[in-house]
């Protein structure tokens, strides 16, 4: 119904500010952040070194580092797929506010098509992927579009790779802003309780190689692990779109058969992450890493109820029920899509394609 179609006003936290943001125009400080974001996405690539380039200065530190190490990569997984941490970051005024300028330089929009009860559960199957799942991080992990007033009595569990709860640093960071280990144990974990929602983005890094402007191709036919999650744990299926996603950053995609093309795909298939070649702005410049600030509006559909399946999943019922649920999860995101096209994706090339 149009009524319950609506953008949320963002909370009433105060900017962030610094002594010298008198000096330095909305539109840095927007990038700025940004780039922050783009740099904690990466973290590995850059905590590692640093990490071990201390330990390599002090004998100390090495010694500390090999106990953390040993603990995070042992009996500390089990933090990364549980309730203990909670998100205490979402919590403090301070660094939620910092968000704001982010959700400021898109734009950023949350909208509502249908109540969550908090008595429920839900898997939140989120397209498209993008380069980055940036309207993820803006809608779930933070509250910058308010997604606690639009869902009031829902907590969101944003779901990563589990390498990034073995990386030193990386792990806290997302632990403490709610993020957890996308396994199917992390996911079941949380969904014992009730009110939790777990947020997926199953088109993962094979979606984010396919990502071009105004082209809207989605990973979708062969993803059924969210739906074998919302049955196993009795979970309702939440279809979100996120318009806009693919828009964020300029992608060159290399020839089928050429090196470029034979490097991305192993590093997906050995290391679980994609390698796309794109480009954006820069801090100070027209061109560089960090997204161009293309608005992103993201709609949560209605919930899609699932009964939780009580026998053995290895049988064919179980994959008659999988089949059952992903066709109409499909058919409620291409709903979405339908319904919004027009709206938030004008300047289209071509209708949404599911590519695999």
């Keep these: 119904m149009r009524s319950l179609l609506f953008p949320v006003e963002a909370p009433n936290f105060p900017k962030w500010s610094c002594k010298l943001q008198k000096d330095i125009s909305a539109d840095f400080v927007q990038r700025a952040v940004c780039f922050w974001f783009g740099m904690s996405v990466i973290g590995q690539l850059w905590t590692w070194p640093l990490t071990l380039l201390l330990a390599w200065r002090s004998l100390m530190f090495a010694g500390l580092l090999a106990m953390y190490i040993a603990y995070i990569w042992g009996p500390g997984m089990q933090t990364c797929e549980g309730h203990s941490w909670g998100a205490p970051l979402r919590r403090n005024e301070r660094w939620q506010s910092m968000w704001l300028h982010m959700a400021d330089y898109f734009n950023a929009q949350l909208i509502k098509t249908a109540d969550l009860d908090p008595h429920g559960k839900y898997v939140f199957a989120c397209y498209p992927h ?52 996308c396994s199917r144990k992390g996911c079941s974990n949380l969904l014992r309780k009730e009110g939790n929602a777990v947020v997926l983005f199953p088109g993962g890094a094979a979606e984010a190689l396919l990502m071009e402007n105004g082209k809207h191709k989605l990973v979708l036919n062969k993803r059924k692990g969210f739906v074998r999650i919302a049955l196993q744990s009795g979970a309702s299926l939440v279809p979100v779109y996120a318009f806009g996603e ?62 939780k399946f009580e026998g053995d999943t290895a049988t064919p019922e179980f994959e008659a029920l999988v089949d059952m649920y992903h066709e109409r999860y499909v058919k409620a995101l291409l709903g979405l899509w339908e319904a919004y096209k027009d709206e938030f994706a004008k300047d289209r090339k071509g209708e949404l394609t599911i590519v695999e």
């Design 246 to 307: 693919t828009d964020t950053f300029t992608t060159h995609i290399p020839p089928p058969g050429s090196l470029g093309c034979k490097l991305q795909n192993l590093s997906h298939k050995y290391w679980g992450t994609s390698q796309p070649i794109f480009s954006g702005v820069g801090l100070f410049t027209q061109k560089g890493l960090i997204p161009y600030s293309t608005p992103l509006t993201t709609v949560v559909g209605a919930p899609i109820p699932v009964p």
């Design 130 to 181: 993008g380069i980055s799942a940036l309207s993820g991080w803006i809608n779930f992990a933070t509250e910058a579009t308010g997604f606690s007033k639009l869902f009031p009595g829902i907590t969101t569990f944003p779901m990563t790779l589990s390498s990034n709860f073995k990386s030193p640093l990386v792990r806290e960071y997302c632990l403490l802003n709610g993020l957890r280990s």
